[in-house]
T-cell receptor
């Protein structure tokens, strides 16, 4: 069964460092997303990406965040200068273009710990 | 901003009985609702969904009910099995309004007692 894969599974970084989280969405999917879950809180939307551009972003997704689809398979989330409050589980998700379902397929997540 | 609320943080149910998980929403633009299941250290896994034009959708042991007037939906699992023990998230989107993002509730931890 096709799945969304994410690397690394866990990253520890110092405050102020740059971090890149990587995702390989399901191959025939066209919409890509990043969500995050701070420990003990709900899963929150960060950004959606379609046709090589951001289609929507939340207020969390400020100038420190960026996304890129550098080739036909990878989808990355970059945090330029990490803060303590960026510590969270980051989930990549994708879906095929079918507005009738809205079903997102999630990866297993990348845990980011900022010290 | 709690547009999607799951007021029960946890629920324990005997194996074989029915599990009922509840979810309320406030945004009347939501027109598509989904339930996700999440095990520790894994991403959310899609379970079942319902469009706002329906009031019920069934898939095997899982049934989702939608009451639009009350802005309430529920997930019924029957019979409950030990493997159903997980955190269940309710999510909503406004697909018909061009808004694909999912807004999640805070989750309900379901424990099935053997």
């Amino acid at each position: 069964e096709p799945e969304v894969t994410q690397t690394p599974s866990h990253q520890v970084t110092q405050m102020g460092q740059e971090v890149i989280l990587r995702c390989v969405p399901i191959s025939n999917h066209l919409y890509f997303y990043w969500y995050r879950q701070i420990l003990g809180q709900k899963v929150e939307f960060l950004v959606s990406f379609y046709n090589n551009e951001i289609s929507e972003k939340s207020e969390i997704f400020d100038d420190q965040f960026s996304v890129e689809r550098p080739d036909g398979s990878n989808f990355t989330l970059k945090i330029r200068s990490t803060k303590l409050e960026d510590s969270a589980m980051y989930f990549c998700a994708s879906r095929i273009r079918d507005l009738g379902t809205g079903e997102l397929f999630f990866g297993e997540g990348s845990r980011l710990t900022v010290l | 901003d709690q547009q999607v609320k799951q007021n029960s943080p946890s629920l324990s149910v005997q194996e074989g009985r029915i599990s009922i998980l509840n979810c309320d929403y406030t945004n009347s633009m939501f027109d598509y609702f989904l339930w996700y299941k999440k095990y520790p250290a894994e991403g959310p896994t899609f379970l079942i969904s319902i469009s706002s034009i329906k009031d019920k959708n069934e898939d095997g042991r899982f049934t989702v009910f939608l009451n639009k007037s009350a802005k309430h939906l529920s997930l019924h699992i029957v019979p409950s099995q030990p493997g159903d023990s997980a955190v269940y998230f309710c999510a909503a989107s406004a697909l018909g309004f061009g808004n694909e993002k999912l807004t999640f509730g805070t989750g309900t931890r379901l424990t099935i007692i053997p």
